[in-house]
Each structure stands twice: as C-alpha cells, then as structure tokens.
C-alpha cells in the first residue's frame, strides 16, 4: 500500500503531538525538581516536537516522494519499537535483581519518542537511497525504451505499422502495463484506440476519450493532453477525480497510474499515446520528459510517413496519368493519322486532274491537322516525367536543334562553353526546337537566337532580339492554346515547360538585353567536371 506525503506526514504529527503532551503533563508534575524536569519532560519534549516538525516537513512534500512515505512510517514505527523494548529488555534485567526504577513508565515513553525521531531519520536517509537507486534504474529502463521505439519509428514503413510496435515496445518495457496510441482529428469530438497491447482488445474497444473539456470524458489526462498539447499524468488513478469515468476499467485491470501523451510535430496533434502502469507515482519528471521527447518523436514521424505515402500516391497518379498520356498518343498515331493521311492522298490524286481553291484550303486544313498532331504527340511525351537522367552536351543539342528548325535567315548565337547537364537529350532538344520556332514566327526573318549559361545560379537561357512579352502575359503564353499568331498551335511554349517541370527544372520569362524575349531555366544539374564523352561512356 501507497501513501502520500500528506497522509504519512499527518500520521506522524498525530504521533508527536500525541508524544508531547505526556511530555507536558510530565513537565507539569516534575516541575518542583529541576534535574528530574530537564531530563524526564524538557528534553523528551523538545525531541517530541521535533517529530511534530519532521511530520509538518513530510507533510509539506519537503522531504521525499510519495511513493517511499510508507518506507519513512516503517521506520518510525521500527525506531519506537526498537528503542521500547530495549529498553522494555533493561527494566526486566533490573527486575530479575530488584524492583523495577521509579517512572519506568515514563522511560518508555522517553525511549519511544527518541526512537521515533531516530527512525524518522534513518527512514528519510534510507528513502533517499532507495530513491536515488530507483532514478539510476528508471533511467536506464527509459533510455533503453526511448532507444528500442525510435528504433521501431525508424524502420517502420506506415503509420499503422509504426503506431502497432512502439506499443508493444512500450507493453514490454517494466513498469509499463499497456500502452495504446489514438489518432486525433479536429473535425472530431471524441478519439478512440487505433493500436494498443497489453490489456484485452475488449478493453481498448471501450475506451472512448472526448476532446470538450466540458464533457465528463474530456476532463481526464487524454483530453487535457489533446487541448495542451502537453504530457498529463495521473499519479494515482484511485484518488484522481479527473479519472472517475474509467476508474472500474483501471481497477479492473490493475492500473494505478496513467501518463497521456500528445504526438505533436509542432503546432499538429496527430493524436496521444497513453501509457498505463500497474503501480502508482511511475511518471515523476525524468520519466515524463522522456516520454514527451517520444511523443514528439512519433509526431515527426507520422508527419514523415503521411508525406511518404502522399508521395507514393502522387506517383501512382502519375504512372496511371502516363498511362493514358502513352494510350492517347497511341490513338493520336494511328487512329487519326491513317484518315489523315488517306485525305491527303485523296486530295494530291484530285489535284492532278483538276485543281481548286477549295481543294488547295482542304490541303491547307490536313497540312494545319498534322502539325496539330505533332504537337499534342509532343505534349502528351511531355507530360511523363523524366526518370533517367543522361549527360547531354548542351551545344551539341542547340545546334541539332537549330539545324532541324525552319530559320531561314535568323542567325544563331550560342556560348562556345555551354558545357553539359543531366537530361533526357531528345527531350531537351524538342525543347529548344520550340524557344527556336517561337522566336521565329513573333520575329522578322532576320532573328538573332541567343543561348548561354546563367551567371547567378545553374542553368541556361535562350534569348532573342524580337518584339518581346509584356509582363502581363509572360504566364499566360505557357497556357495550352495561347498564340499571338494566327497560323500557331498554341502548344509550343505549354511544351517548353512541360519538359522544363519533367526535368524539375524552373522556367521564367525576362526582357533580353536587346529589348525582346529570355526564357531563363533555372535548378538544372550541370556537369563540367568532365568531358562529354567520359561521361556519356
């Protein structure tokens, strides 16, 4: 059985008061006799009330925990009985040989209240020991308990995977009894159990915490612990009003103590992890701040998984988006294409008897259709996402790229030592071929291109001396559809970026040094250490 401080320290001041006023009755009677008040009523008094001292002091939480009070009893009750039979054993010596002295009464009384003083102070050292000891030995059990669950954080995979074995870690670890974790979610009044062990699944099946504080159920450590966002305990479940909702469940099953505590990862509460312990006073301050170390632990690293598997389900969004991008541009290929092109074939047969302006516009229209084609094809290539990454020769691609553009008389400008970046090369170059085409058709024929590498940060821009972007369409132009020509797709520069986000590179619109258009692509991985070859090789 457990005592506070506050029981233990009054039982004992009912002790000494009780020890002093024999103390002052014998004053009172031996008060005629100097020698004999000194030693048998002043003396015994003063050690009297020391006792009463020593019980207000225990009372007052001064002196040591609550769980050693009983310890601290146990030896005061050790103390006077020690000291009254010895001296019980000396007047039966004297007896054997003569009569028993004068006032023997009045000397047991004396020896029980030295006694009881003694055992007071050998109780306090001995509590303080033992509660040192207990430190050591907590301690230890917690940093190997912090240290086995981070372990279990580390390696676990999901939330419910990782939820399940820090309970079981925590089940296994003296003096934790069970342990259970339940998610919490604002839009909710009330959580429940969502991993536990330890206890019967019944049990946890039962439990059911409300967030209110107004309710009955939320007025425990769970609910305090979801408001706060702080570690609560209760020392002992028996004696908490707060607890008085799940006091038969805790009875029931042997808990005397329970410590809630939140998984937060900053300002979020993911939910408590609530620790049960089979006997009272386990969660004093080293413990507690352990326990709130874990929980933040967890909390970072639910916050990691759910991130994960947001990731994981962006992925399988994007392979499933691949998928339909690869079956439409299948359709795109060969379904639209062979009608196209038996229309085509049609018209040039049509043509040769005779010709018309309505066949020449029905030529123009399938001529406008197949560069329609060839763009979406692009498109739909450009919205997979680049998952290997080859060293690609920067100037090489410009200049391929260059070569396969309609120029006629436009001039290209291109750094000698653009050097080389990780990429997928024909990607890349049907990324340039588009900057190419766009500057071409917003610009007079004679269009100076310019292709260089950044000088604030990784990356390259194409640049041109034509009529330039207005800052107020330099986003829109990326828009599918948006062209300022009439005779554009409006799928180009949408391209452009397109492969730019494929490659998680970052593409912005400027003013070029001579008035017109600079697309500048920023975050790319570059690679001039080595020579192109030694690279590719």
């Not at 408590?272 to 004093?284: E, G």
């Not at 413990?287 to 909390?299: A, F, K, S």
């Not at 690869?326 to 639209?336: I, K, T």
């Not at 009608?339 to 229209?365: F, H, K």
Request: charged fraction near 25%.
């Amino acid at each position: 059985m457990s005592l506070s401080t506050r029981t233990g320290g009054t039982a004992i001041v009912v002790l000494g008061l009780v020890l002093s006023a024999f103390h002052v009755r014998t004053v009172g009677v031996l008060w005629g006799a100097p020698a004999r008040v000194v030693v048998n009523g002043i003396l015994p008094l003063v050690l009297a009330a020391f006792v009463v001292a020593a019980g207000v002091q225990l009372v007052r939480n001064d002196v040591v925990a609550d769980q050693f009070v009983t310890r601290v009893l146990s030896w005061v009750v050790v103390g006077v009985i020690v000291l009254a039979a010895a001296t019980a054993w000396l007047f039966a010596s004297v007896l054997v040989t003569g009569p028993l002295p004068a006032n023997a009464t009045l000397t047991l009384l004396n020896a029980s209240t030295l006694g009881g003083l003694i055992g007071y102070l050998v109780g306090v050292y001995d509590a303080r020991r033992r509660e040192q000891q207990v430190q050591v030995d907590q301690l230890n059990r917690i940093n190997n308990t912090l240290r086995i669950a981070t372990r279990e954080i580390v390696n676990a995979d999901t939330r419910n995977e990782l939820e399940q074995q820090v309970c079981e870690r925590l089940q296994q670890s003296k003096p934790y009894e069970s342990a259970w974790i339940g998610r919490y979610d604002p839009e909710d009044s009330e959580l429940q159990p969502d991993a536990w062990a330890g206890l019967d699944d019944e049990y946890y099946e039962s439990v059911v915490i409300a967030v209110d504080g107004d309710d009955a159920h939320g007025k425990g450590a769970g609910g305090r612990a979801v408001r706060t966002g702080e570690i609560q305990c209760s020392q002992n479940v028996s004696t908490d009003p707060s607890m008085e909702p799940w006091r038969e469940l805790f009875a029931e099953h042997g808990v005397e103590s329970v410590a809630v505590v939140p998984l937060v990862d900053g300002d979020t509460v993911h939910g408590i992890l609530s620790v049960y312990a089979d006997r009272p006073y386990v969660f004093d301050e080293p413990e507690r701040e352990v326990l709130m170390e874990l929980g933040e632990t967890i909390g970072h690293a639910i916050t990691s998984l759910e991130a994960r598997e947001q990731l994981r389900r962006r992925e399988r969004e994007l392979a499933s988006q691949n998928d339909r991008l690869e079956e439409f541009a299948s359709v795109v290929s060969h379904d639209l294409r062979n009608p196209m092109n038996v229309a085509e074939g049609s018209i040039s047969l049509e043509r040769e008897d005779r010709d018309s302006d309505a066949l020449q516009r029905a030529a123009d229209a399938l001529t406008r259709m197949n560069e329609l084609v060839e763009d979406i094809l692009a498109l739909a290539r450009t919205g997979q996402l680049v998952s290997e990454f080859d060293s690609v020769d920067l100037r090489t691609v410009v200049e391929d790229a260059w070569a396969t553009t309609e120029t006629e008389a436009s001039t290209l400008d291109a750094e000698p030592s653009l050097g080389t970046i990780s990429g997928d090369e024909s990607r890349i170059r049907e990324l340039f071929e588009n900057l190419f085409r766009n500057a071409i058709e917003h610009a007079d024929d004679d269009v100076t291109v310019s292709v260089g590498n950044l000088d604030d940060a990784d990356g390259f821009y194409v640049a041109d001396d034509g009529p330039g972007i207005s800052p107020a369409d330099r986003e829109t132009v990326f828009d599918v559809g948006y062209s300022t020509n009439p005779d554009g797709t409006g799928f180009g520069l949408n391209i452009v970026r397109s492969i730019a986000d494929a490659h998680g590179w970052d593409v912005t619109i400027t003013e070029s040094d001579a008035g017109g258009t600079r697309f500048e692509f920023s975050g790319v991985e570059t690679d001039t250490g080595r020579p192109v070859d030694e690279q590719v090789a």
